[in-house]
């Protein structure tokens, strides 16, 4: 019964970050007003409304605006991962995919194509610019002298390394013409208004870290970003090219990203139309409908995968035997992103492996289930959104020669929950707001 309270609660959660539905709620036409979050922008005096973006939920979030406005939409360009376009393309508004996460060169094609809108722009032009998990990648225009393969070798090195989301972020704005504000300094340029929906994939939707903020200040500098790579010992691994442009910029030779307070942004409005919150709130209620005492713990989920699958598995173990935080049944919701240390040659993503840490810590016990996912449907280079672990998950890989301990040292946890019949398949989702975890207790 778990598992199908735990499929229950993925379907819900997705449903609720739906990129179309997000962009609804947060935008609507009045005549001619177009409201965008709080803030009216009167259509009559706009000649193009011209719409940008990058990002997984990109298809979706294009689609509703393409819906609402119609032929107000004078031109447009969204790059989208692969396997991410729609169905059916849109009238108006192109859809691109490209490589993620480690960017490729049909992303820079096609940040070309949205650079060259903007620098079309005019004052009485409205740039209408979607965000969303995946943009970092998605939307790329290196810096001079940094080339895409330098590029590419880096993002692999920090994706393996253990930092954080927002690390990572600080280095990608630093070495980029479009991250970090960059790309509202263009637009500023032109004259042109920027209204900007968010769909946020980073922990507290810091506008400045999702999809390494395009649109937002950047309070992060050169100097944050070397100390990034020197933190996670990768000076020795980072192209020549790489450390050339990051230490001209510590010396004060490369202009640093636009900063909290610039007058760059005075016209730049942004509304986060989904975000991690949105989806978990989502699974709770439906728990509840379920017939399950819930409660959204944390939307803060952070640290090493594997210790944290130790953590959700505690938990699930103070639930069995006490009944705290919640009588039984009882599902615990927690969201974020943790990261994980590559040491194996082993595949899997950061959602399996925190599972098969759970499941390590749960052997033996009854009535539990740990659920883990991407919201994105891609957990790591993989088909699986995450996995399900249980009391029972340790004991039916040994029954199949697989040993979970040697699994979880090679980071190779999609084929231990492949061989289990324990992985959650969800197929891309369109829609990107981080990482869940359902913690149930029967």
Not at 85 to 107: M, S, V, Y
Not at 130 to 148: H, K, N, Q, R, T
Not at 293 to 320: F, I, M, N, S, W
Not at 342 to 359: F, I, K, P
Request: aromatic residues 4%; negative net charge.
């Amino acid at each position: 019964m778990l598992r199908e309270v735990a499929m229950e609660l993925v379907w819900a959660a997705l449903g609720a970050v739906n990129p179309a539905r997000a962009v609804a709620r947060h935008l609507r036409r009045e005549g001619p007003t177009l409201c965008i979050g709080d803030r009216p922008y009167d259509l009559n005096r706009v000649d193009r409304v011209v719409v940008i973006g990058a990002g997984k939920a990109g298809a979706g979030m294009a689609a509703a605006v393409e819906a609402l406005l119609g032929e107000r939409v004078a031109a447009g360009w969204v790059n989208v991962r692969y396997g991410y376009e729609p169905a059916q393309p849109l009238a108006r508004i192109p859809i691109h995919p490209a490589g993620h996460p480690i960017p490729d060169q049909a992303g820079l094609e096609g940040t070309r194509r949205i650079l060259a809108l903007v620098d079309s722009l005019t004052p009485r032009d409205l740039a209408l610019v979607l965000i969303s998990g995946g943009a970092s990648a998605l939307m790329e225009a290196p810096v001079p002298g940094v080339s895409l393969p330098d590029l590419q070798a880096l993002t692999d090195s920090l994706l393996r390394s253990g930092a954080t989301i927002g690390e990572i972020n600080t280095v990608r704005k630093h070495l980029s013409q479009v991250k970090g504000g960059r790309l509202a300094e263009r637009i500023a340029r032109q004259g042109a208004q920027a209204a900007v929906l968010v769909l946020s994939d980073v922990v507290g939707s810091p506008l400045d870290a999702i999809g390494s903020g395009p649109c937002a200040p950047d309070p992060t500098t050169f100097a944050d970003a070397w100390a990034v790579l020197e933190r996670y010992n990768l000076l020795d691994q980072a192209p020549p090219s790489v450390l050339r442009h990051l230490e001209r910029g510590r010396s004060g030779q490369e202009p640093e990203t636009p900063k909290p307070g610039s007058p760059i942004f005075a016209g730049v409005h942004t509304v986060i139309v989904a975000e991690n919150r949105t989806a978990a709130e989502a699974a709770v209620e439906r728990a509840r409908a379920l017939g399950f005492h819930a409660l959204l713990l944390t939307t803060y989920l952070e640290g090493e995968a594997r210790e944290v699958g130790r953590v959700l598995a505690a938990l699930a173990k103070e639930e069995a035997r006490a009944g705290h935080p919640l009588p039984r049944p009882a599902c615990l919701v927690l969201g974020g992103e943790t990261t994980v240390t590559v040491r194996g040659a082993g595949r899997g993503g950061r959602n399996q492996e925190m599972a098969l840490g759970a499941a390590l810590a749960l052997e033996g016990w009854e009535n539990v289930l740990v659920a883990t996912l991407a919201t994105d449907g891609t957990d790591g280079p993989t088909d699986a959104a995450g996995a399900l672990a249980d009391g029972s998950t340790v004991a039916r890989a040994c029954a199949l020669g697989l040993n979970p301990a040697d699994h979880l040292a090679r980071n190779d946890a999609y084929p231990f929950f492949a061989a289990l019949g324990d992985l959650i398949i969800t197929g891309p989702t369109g829609t990107n707001v981080n990482d869940l975890a359902f913690v149930l207790v029967q």
